[in-house]
């Protein structure tokens, strides 16, 4: 928090990355008898988050107020060495593309599995999710207990299917993203009986 005489600005930056090597992506049909007769699929998620969040205090008389708040955000995450569970509890993964097995990328970046006879989809489950969330809110006390409030909030999010790793460009991007714009305005009066 830096403060001055008449207004305050607060940063607060995050960023996260995880590698996961077990998540789950979803369940099929005709698997082993071993796995009750379904394929219990799971992979590696590599995934990144960033976020900003910025508050703005501005005073510009006594009674008079600008508080803004904003969020840019994004995330990613990417699938890879996706596989099925070979029998309940296993904590090995059968992955596609090994024993037997093949796995081809589709041009709509699907994935196709060949498991002996068998040939079934994986929906592309890699991410790029981008939002920005803010808040103005413009705050005037034009006498003791009567208040006017003005409030305008954006939300703004979009989802893509690439899965390319979020980086601080994302963050600028998410103000583009399409989204929702709210305004409101708030009296109270003191009556002073």
Known sequence: MVP???????????????VNPRQYVTELSGG???????RYIFGFIDRTTLAVEVRVNF?????????????????????????????????NLRTYGTDGTTLERRPDGDYEVTDGA???????????????????VLRWEWRPGSTLYIVWQQDRSGLREIGARAGPGDLFRS???SGDNFFAVKVSYWLGL
């Open 175 to 177: 103000l583009t993203a």
């Open 32 to 38: 082993s008898p071993a796995t009750y007769g379904s």
């Open 4 to 18: 001055w005489p008449r207004w305050q600005l607060s940063l607060r930056p995050s960023y996260e990355r995880e």
């Open 59 to 91: 005073t510009l008389k006594p009674d008079l107020n600008l508080d803004l708040y904003a969020q840019p955000f994004a995330a990613s995450g990417r699938y890879y060495d996706l596989g099925e569970l070979p029998e309940p509890r296993s904590r």
């Open 118 to 136: 068998d040939t079934f989809v994986l929906t592309n489950r890699d991410f790029n999710v981008r939002s920005f969330r803010s808040t103005s």
